[in-house]
């Protein structure tokens, strides 16, 4: 029994030994050699720098103010009758928008004329006095005192008309104002006051509000040392700038107003609280689309920089200072990180101030497979919804239109059996 235990414990190691030497095989061999062996270069996309033409544009906050704001108040003290335009209609100017009673003021007007005409009456007996006593002076009739007293009481008269008569003409002003009127053309809001609202009484009651929409205005801020550095860049030939900047709006939804606008002036101080300075642009609004009190951003093209370095933005990375660095291979193709200085965006790429130079090379893409030391195998990259090259389809397996190895039929040609068979399997 027990020999024929040891036999068996003696095939089974045997077997063992079988398997372990048959893993040693040649064939098993090369496998660990290429397990343990370095591994490929890993794909990155890369972007060889090229200088060109960049608009330099500033996305700035900005608030809505409309170009003419008037709040319609009673001038004179009555109370509202009537209310003659609907809440939030563009309204012209003279409109009529309320009626304040016109009865007391009808009264005033009407005692306003009656002593008017007391007080010409008045004059002309006056001057009738004035004129006999002339004469009579001239041939000693009368004394002179006489005759001066008829002429001085001729000039109290003509003046107590004058007064009587400025009286009835503000009288008449009074009984106009019953009638209150829009002062501007624009949008009116809501109604301040209702029907049998006592207004004007010891002050110009506020009645409504009127704002001008279209053009409307577009104020907003932008830091002085900004503005400052856009100018030395002008000066220096950096920046480039044809004519007035192009203004447009961001909405909320992230949209951008179809209509442009110009930007009108920059203000004449800097907040000293902020440091900024406040610009103002006006838009077009035909369709009262843009309201006053509307925040959004305000997009402003500074100029042109003629020689601009532009680096994606994915392809430049952060430190917590807030530093920049990106990639940079070298002709071994192993990259190499370098810091940079960015300045302002354009689209979805920074302009690059220092750091780099025309014809190198940035890693855009495949930031994760680098390793330190390491070549790289770089790949042409392309943006987001741009067509790639070629060359970059096939080393990736995407179909080539019109490429016979790759099986893709040309535009507008049908694609037969054979190439539909190709490019599916």
Same mark, same amino acid.
């Given at each position: 029994?027990?020999?024929?235990?040891?036999?068996?414990?003696?095939?089974?190691?045997?077997?063992?030994?079988?398997?372990?030497?048959?893993?040693?095989?040649?064939?098993?061999?090369?496998?660990?050699?290429?397990?343990?062996?370095?591994?490929?270069?890993?794909?990155?996309?890369?972007?060889?720098?090229?200088?060109?033409?960049?608009?330099?544009?500033?996305?700035?906050?900005?608030?809505?103010?409309?170009?003419?704001?008037?709040?319609?108040?009673?001038?004179?003290?009555?109370?509202?009758?009537?209310?003659?335009?609907?809440?939030?209609?563009?309204?012209?100017?003279?409109?009529?928008?309320?009626?304040?009673?016109?009865?007391?003021?009808?009264?005033?007007?009407?005692? %306003?004329? #009656? *002593? =008017?005409?007391?007080? /010409? &009456?008045?004059? $002309?007996?006056? @001057?009738?006095?004035? !004129? +006999?006593?002339?004469?009579?002076?001239?041939?000693?009739?009368?004394?002179?005192?006489?005759?001066?007293? %008829?002429? #001085? *009481? =001729?000039?109290?008269? /003509? &003046?107590?008309? $004058?007064?009587? @008569?400025?009286?009835? !003409? +503000?009288?008449?002003?009074?009984?106009?104002?019953?009638?209150?009127?829009?002062?501007?053309?624009?949008?009116?809001?809501?109604? =301040?006051?209702?029907?049998? &609202?006592?207004?004007?009484?010891?002050?110009?009651?506020?009645?409504?509000?009127?704002?001008?929409?279209?053009?409307?205005?577009?104020?907003?801020?932008?830091?002085?040392?900004?503005?400052?550095? =856009?100018?030395?860049?002008?000066?220096?030939?950096?920046?480039?700038?044809?004519?007035?900047?192009?203004?447009?709006?961001?909405?909320?939804?992230?949209?951008?107003?179809?209509?442009?606008?110009?930007?009108?002036?920059?203000?004449?101080?800097?907040?000293?609280?902020?440091?900024?300075?406040?610009?103002?642009?006006?838009?077009?609004?035909?369709?009262?689309?843009?309201?006053?009190?509307?925040?959004?951003?305000?997009?402003?093209?500074?100029?042109?920089?003629?020689?601009?370095?532009?680096?994606?933005?994915?392809?430049?990375?952060?430190?917590?200072?807030?530093?920049?660095?990106?990639?940079?291979?070298?002709?071994?193709?192993?990259?190499?990180?370098?810091?940079?200085?960015?300045?302002?965006?354009?689209?979805?790429?920074?302009?690059?101030?220092?750091?780099?130079?025309?014809?190198?090379?940035?890693?855009?893409?495949?930031?994760?497979?680098?390793?330190?030391?390491?070549?790289?195998?770089?790949?042409?990259?392309?943006?987001?919804?741009?067509?790639?090259?070629?060359?970059?389809?096939?080393?990736?397996?995407?179909?080539?239109?019109?490429?016979?190895?790759?099986?893709?039929?040309?535009?507008?040609?049908?694609?037969?059996?054979?190439?539909?068979?190709?490019?599916?399997?």
């Amino acid at each position: 029994m027990t020999t024929s235990f040891a036999s068996r414990h003696a095939a089974g190691l045997s077997i063992v030994c079988a398997l372990v030497l048959g893993g040693c095989s040649p064939g098993g061999a090369d496998q660990g050699a290429a397990a343990g062996g370095a591994a490929p270069p890993a794909p990155v996309g890369v972007l060889t720098l090229e200088p060109g033409p960049a608009t330099v544009v500033s996305e700035l906050p900005g608030r809505l103010e409309p170009t003419r704001s008037a709040e319609v108040r009673a001038r004179v003290a009555g109370v509202v009758l009537q209310r003659s335009f609907r809440e939030g209609s563009d309204v012209k100017a003279g409109q009529l928008l309320f009626s304040i009673d016109p009865a007391p003021l009808r009264a005033d007007l009407a005692a %306003a004329t #009656a *002593a =008017l005409q007391r007080a /010409e &009456a008045s004059m $002309a007996l006056a @001057r009738v006095e004035a !004129d +006999r006593y002339e004469p009579l002076v001239r041939a000693n009739a009368v004394s002179r005192q006489e005759y001066d007293k %008829a002429v #001085a *009481a =001729l000039r109290l008269a /003509e &003046a107590e008309a $004058a007064a009587q @008569r400025a009286a009835r !003409d +503000r009288a008449r002003l009074n009984l106009d104002y019953a009638s209150v009127s829009a002062p501007i053309a624009g949008r009116i809001g809501r109604p =301040l006051v209702t029907e049998g &609202a006592l207004v004007g009484q010891g002050e110009a009651t506020p009645m409504a509000r009127i704002h001008q929409l279209d053009p409307i205005y577009a104020d907003f801020t932008q830091p002085v040392t900004e503005l400052e550095r =856009l100018r030395s860049a002008v000066e220096r030939g950096e920046l480039r700038r044809d004519g007035g900047p192009r203004v447009t709006l961001v909405l909320d939804d992230g949209s951008e107003y179809p209509l442009p606008g110009k930007l009108l002036f920059a203000g004449a101080e800097v907040d000293p609280a902020t440091g900024q300075v406040t610009l103002r642009a006006q838009f077009p609004n035909p369709e009262r689309r843009l309201l006053p009190g509307m925040y959004l951003r305000v997009r402003v093209e500074q100029g042109v920089e003629p020689q601009a370095l532009r680096v994606p933005q994915q392809a430049v990375q952060r430190s917590t200072d807030g530093g920049g660095s990106v990639w940079v291979l070298g002709a071994d193709k192993i990259p190499v990180p370098r810091a940079v200085r960015t300045g302002p965006a354009v689209g979805d790429d920074w302009i690059i101030r220092e750091g780099l130079k025309a014809g190198e090379t940035v890693v855009v893409e495949g930031f994760q497979k680098l390793r330190p030391g390491a070549p790289v195998q770089p790949t042409p990259w392309t943006r987001p919804g741009a067509e790639k090259p070629a060359a970059e389809k096939r080393a990736t397996g995407d179909p080539v239109i019109g490429d016979p190895a790759t099986g893709a039929p040309a535009t507008g040609a049908p694609a037969t059996e054979g190439s539909a068979t190709r490019t599916g399997s």
